[in-house]
């Protein structure tokens, strides 16, 4: 009688595939030691423009560290407590204001965004127009456009834009890319543009960074396989909403962006066998394992590590947050 209850009581058996590399990247790290640093070393409060990076765990998590989030400098009232840019990067106009306002402000741009932000410079003293491939009002496609005069840059999102934007002349071209868009995706609005105007010059291939290509190919290699995926990201996390399109793509029937266990939808998620599991370069791995948790109460869970390849990219913090250098013995 006790095994019979028992046997009714049992949780179905449930396996998730969990994605390797998935969560932080190398930009994502830095950002946050740089918060924590300044914290450290200048004291609170420490303003951040713009969410430091779109994770709202990490944000809430500064904030009970004393750093103040604001979208604009004017928010920011007058003396010497650092300001820090966001790591998508900001319009040139942003750190001028700074300046002239005086203010203590340190730069936590991803150096993989800043990257794009020098070959735009390159390309426009090279008397170049250029195409940046990206996704309207994300902050790392304004922080692009912004690196130089209206007019230079022209934005694309798709295919279509490719074959229908209009260009002064077409021998003088070159394109860029925001860096966390899906690599199959640009690589079609990129053969677009390469058809149209063979002479455009360009990156290889474009400048998707590291963490982004890597964690939608890590995705891609499991989705087939599985019932379910969930990305644990926010809706305003561009490398994490593109995960969840990936797997889809890929075959994956149901794609799931969640950032905590509470966005879980228990009706949609019956019945699962094998579910994959992934996280946007800005989530903390505490959340994932939040989710495994939550589907532990729900199933029988094993979990098999599904590891593409190994990540060792680290960034140095800016020179004046870095530790003193150690005295001389
Ligand atoms: O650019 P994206 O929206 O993916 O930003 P994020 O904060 O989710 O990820 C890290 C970065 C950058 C740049
Ligand atoms: Fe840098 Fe890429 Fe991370 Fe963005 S996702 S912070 S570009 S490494």
Redo the contacts with the bound molecule.
Sequence with gaps: MASAHFRAMAKPELKILLAAPRGF?A??VRAIDIVERALEIYGAPVYVRH?I???KFVVDDLKSKGAIFVDELDEIPPGDHPVIFS???VPKAVPAEAQRRAMFQIDAT?PL?TKVHMEAQRHFEQGLEIILIGHKG?P?VIGTMGQLPPGAVSLIETVEDAEAVPVRDPSKLAFVT???LSVDDTRDVIVALQKRFPAIKGPTREDICYATTNRQEAVKSIAAGIDALVVV??P?????KRLVEVGVKSGCPIGLLVQRATDLDWAQLQGLKVMGLSA???APEVLVNEIIDAFRAHYEVTVEKVVLREENVSFKLPRELRPAAAPAA
């Excluded at 305003?236 to 994490?240: A, E, G, K, T, V």
């Design positions: 990247c930009g994502v969410e990076v779109h994770n790591a998508h990067g991803c965004v994300h790392e925001q860096t966390t990201g926010a305003n996390s561009s490398n994490s946007g370069a800005s």
